[in-house]
């Protein structure tokens, strides 16, 4: 069954730094534009990062910008969210979505949890 599963969450202290992974093993990576989106409590579902099918081309939400990092590791077939510097306002239930570059069928993970505290 072709499935996302996100890991990586946790509890972590301002400032503090989280590795999220979208395993992807039923995916041809370069075949899908991957985005890390997140939900807040009481927020909508906002992108955080989003990196093309060629892996050439990443997009970053402004409030991002500068300490988290998107990327794809081919071998592992994941897709990563580096996350650094990170603030309460971070705190949020991260989802990977894949979307199919020909078919424009998408897919997402379950979530994983990421709590910014003291």
């Known amino acids: 069954q072709v499935q996302l599963v996100e890991s990586g969450g946790g509890l972590v202290q301002p400032g503090g730094s989280l590795r999220l992974s979208c395993a992807a093993p039923?995916?041809?990576?370069?075949?899908?534009?991957w985005t890390w989106y997140r939900q807040a409590p009481g927020k909508e579902r906002e992108l955080v990062a989003r990196i093309t099918s060629t892996g050439s081309v990443t997009t970053y939400a402004d409030s991002v910008k500068g300490r988290f990092a998107i990327s794809r590791d081919n071998a592992k077939k994941s897709v990563l969210l580096q996350m650094d510097s990170l603030n309460p306002e971070d705190t949020a239930v991260y989802y990977c979505?894949?979307?199919?570059?020909?078919?424009?069928?998408?897919?997402w993970g379950q979530g994983t949890q990421v709590t910014v505290s003291s």
């Open positions: 039923g995916f041809t990576l370069s075949e899908y534009v």
């Open positions: 979505k894949a979307v199919h570059t020909v078919t424009w069928r998408e897919w």
